[in-house]
């Protein structure tokens, strides 16, 4: 199968972000050009384990009479490495990068929360979360796709380290979420508050159904992430994509904060009602009371606290 889904590269390989640095007078992007020990390590972790994305498949193939059952399996050792949430789709061309011809069928997404209470210890502490859940679920993705090989059939691991995934298209399907406002894929549980891997593999497996629980003519009424983001870069009208409703960030108004500012922005994330409101969460909603304390002293509009 070969990809249809072009990749935003990183960096100053960005044109976007070039031109913006440039303009900016910088010789480097701030965000990510920081001397910082928790990104280093995390990085060098996850660098370490695209190393073994794939490897030996056991030659003796264990017979799959039901989908269903094996999915069941594999969810559940998931769970077991550490995994919040699990879901599985047959992979389309949207899913994959572009061009890249992608020899597997299947997918299996892979998500691990992050812990609310870094709100209120400032960026450098929602940063150093991310990069935890970030090797986090590089390792279960790892060690998942290990096992699945180990059952005979073929397996990789994509994670930060290595990937030819595209996240959103893939979450979606695999029943992970809905599309919200700021761009990303909110859980009735716990909301965009994750991060993802993927194991792309042959094993026959049980798809899920993408979710709808209401969250696009929710995000149609909430104002609260277009309210606080710091470059007003979250539309206003959405677009269709394949059918599917989404709405685009203006990533000219979103670097200068997300790229060109020291302070890790998280913001859109941490203000939606799903993390806090919607799925019941008593003592998350404390959490956002006294943040959102914060955000009123600092203005809203305004970057995050270090």
């Excluded at 879901?87 to 597997?104: A, R």
């Excluded at 290990?146 to 030819?164: D, S």
């Amino acid at each position: 199968m070969i990809g249809i889904s072009w990749r935003r590269e990183q960096g100053l390989a960005d044109p976007l972000l070039k031109r913006l640095v440039e303009e900016a007078g910088l010789e480097n992007v701030p965000q990510w050009n920081k001397k910082d020990d928790v990104r280093t390590a995390a990085h060098d972790e996850w660098m370490a384990l695209a190393e073994d994305r794939d490897g030996p498949v056991n030659p003796t193939e264990t017979k799959v009479n039901d989908p269903a059952t094996i999915t069941a399996d594999i969810q559940a050792k998931a769970k077991a490495l550490g995994a919040d949430l699990i879901g599985c789709t047959e992979l389309t061309p949207i899913m994959v990068d572009l061009d890249f011809d992608m020899p597997h069928k299947n997918v299996i997404g892979i998500v691990v929360k992050e812990d609310y209470a870094n709100v209120l210890k400032g960026s450098l502490a929602i940063e150093a979360e991310t990069f935890r859940v970030y090797v986090e679920v590089a390792q279960i993705a790892t060690e998942l796709a290990a096992h699945i090989r180990e059952l005979g059939y073929p397996a990789w691991a994509h994670h930060n380290g290595i990937t030819q995934i595209q996240a959103i298209p893939t979450l979606y399907h695999c029943g992970i979420g809905e599309l919200g406002r700021h761009g990303s894929l909110i859980n009735p549980d716990i909301a965009a508050n994750f991060r993802p891997s993927f194991v792309t593999t042959d094993l026959p497996l049980e798809v899920n159904q993408p979710l709808d629980f209401g969250v696009q003519d929710y995000c149609e009424k909430c104002n609260l992430c277009r309210n606080n983001c710091p470059g007003d870069a979250i539309a206003t009208d959405h677009i269709v994509t394949e059918g599917i409703k989404r709405w685009r960030i203006d990533m000219e108004k979103c670097y200068p904060f997300s790229r060109l500012h020291e302070a890790y922005c998280h913001i859109c994330v941490d203000v939606c009602p799903y993390v806090f409101k919607e799925n019941g969460d008593a003592d998350k909603r404390l959490k956002y009371k006294a943040y959102m304390k914060q955000r009123k002293e600092d203005g809203y509009r305004s970057p995050n606290r270090l």
